[in-house]
């Protein structure tokens, strides 16, 4: 193979790419919302409040959230509450994906966000079906940022 060529070739000579860009590596961060006034953001070890809303960007199917109600009846997930409570960098294995925290690091009260996160910072090749997330699929998570260490005001 010519130098630099990453395809494999199986025994009956069918290509298989097996290359991963690093841009498929990378979490993308919008800010949709400022905060109106910010001095010092969230850090690992915070104990922060969010609502949110998580969404399998290649069909759009809400997986999870916060503040999402159909007809008045909360979503399957975390719904039902107006917010959840989480230490920043700290929360358990697979309670949310590996990437999650990356899009909230220096975040402030007040400020929204649209948080990207990659299959392969996500739930990768598994997914996870009980929770309406199927394999390699990108997540998108719109997130405030409600108070941190129980202060709801910006300092």
């Known amino acids: 193979a010519p130098s630099g060529d990453t395809t494999q070739r199986t025994k009956k000579g069918i290509a298989k790419e097996e290359v991963t860009s690093?841009?498929?590596?990378?979490?993308?961060?919008?800010?949709?919302?400022?905060?109106?006034?910010?001095?010092?953001?969230?850090?690992?070890?915070?104990l922060i409040e969010i609502s949110y809303v998580g969404t399998v960007v290649e069909t759009g199917a809400v997986f999870d959230g916060s503040t999402i109600k159909i007809n008045g009846e909360a979503v399957p997930g975390r719904g039902g509450d107006i917010t959840i409570?989480?230490?920043?960098?700290?929360?358990?294995?697979?309670q949310f994906p590996p990437?999650?925290?990356?899009?909230?690091?220096?975040?402030?009260?007040?400020?929204?966000?649209?948080?990207?996160v990659p299959p392969v910072l996500a739930y990768g090749s598994k997914g996870v079906p009980r929770r309406g997330i199927p394999p390699d699929a990108t997540l998108q998570y719109d997130v405030?940022?409600?108070?941190?260490?129980?202060?709801?005001?910006p300092k």
Request: with cysteine.
């Open 22 to 46: 690093q841009a498929d590596q990378k979490i993308t961060v919008s800010q949709l919302k400022a905060p109106i006034l910010c001095t010092q953001g969230a850090e690992t070890g915070d």
């Open 99 to 116: 990437g999650w925290n990356v899009g909230m690091e220096s975040m402030c009260i007040g400020e929204r966000r649209r948080i990207l």
């Open 144 to 153: 405030t940022l409600i108070s941190i260490n129980g202060l709801a005001v």
């Open 85 to 94: 409570f989480f230490v920043l960098n700290k929360q358990p294995f697979n």
